[in-house]
T-cell receptor, first 113, second 115 residues
């Protein structure tokens, strides 16, 4: 059973388009995260939600909008895609907002052309 | 803000040799520290964590790390490298953010195993 799953695994799109990435966890965790990993493998947190409430919102362009319909799902919508958005996006979850252990999904490789 | 420095973006060791991946942190309060591994085209997997209990922490796949406060280090070691250990390794430190623990990652170390 997949603990944290993401769809799609690969996403190729043109500049200016709008796209969404979906994330689901079946671990019963309360907290979910989105990370961006750039071409140099640097991993940086973007958002975190706890029980559907936004907890962390780093300095991310407002073209990025996370949505959490329930605590098992955290989707990422990106408007007006730019070349610099090309990266691997990872979803993660943890038991609670004060837990120190995070479980990562397999990643979504986004390529903007 | 807390930060993590991983010395050496690439490390190569022979199969059966000692693996040593270096991590230093900066923190004004006692940190919680982690090592994650990322295999090619996969997500990150937790190897081990230090949360202020024993300073020598044992993880999965034969890896261990020692927290040394005096050196602000949390180096990862494995006595004998295996081909399957080839991966990217990330050190991370927890950072309190109004009660929500946020992980700050190092820039990663790619481990190559030479047959």
């Amino acid at each position: 059973d997949t603990a944290v799953s993401q769809t799609p695994k690969y996403l190729v799109t043109q500049m200016g388009n709008d796209k969404s990435i979906k994330c689901e966890q079946n671990l019963g965790h309360d907290t979910m995260y989105w990370y961006k990993q750039d071409s140099k493998k640097f991993l940086k947190i973007m958002f975190s939600y706890n029980n559907k409430e936004l907890i962390i919102n780093e300095t991310v362009p407002n073209r990025f909008s996370p949505k959490s319909p329930d605590k098992a799902h955290l989707n990422l919508h990106i408007n007006s895609l730019e070349l610099g958005d090309s990266a691997v996006y990872f979803c993660a979850s943890s038991p609670s907002e004060t837990s120190y252990e995070q479980y990562f999904g397999p990643g979504t490789r986004l390529t903007v052309t | 803000a807390q930060s993590v420095t991983q010395l050496g973006s690439h490390v190569s060791v022979s199969e059966g040799a000692l693996v040593l991946l270096r991590c230093n942190y900066s923190s004004s309060v006692p940190p919680y520290l982690f090592w994650y591994v990322q295999y090619p085209n996969q997500g990150l997997q937790l190897l081990l964590k230090y949360t202020s209990a024993a300073t020598l922490v044992k993880g999965i796949n034969g890896f261990e790390a020692e927290f040394k406060k005096s050196e602000t280090s949390f180096h990862l070691t494995k006595p004998s490298a295996h081909m399957s250990d080839a991966a990217e390794y990330f050190c991370a430190v927890s950072e309190q953010n109004f009660g929500n623990e946020k992980l700050t990652f190092g820039t990663g170390t790619r481990l190559t195993i030479i047959p």
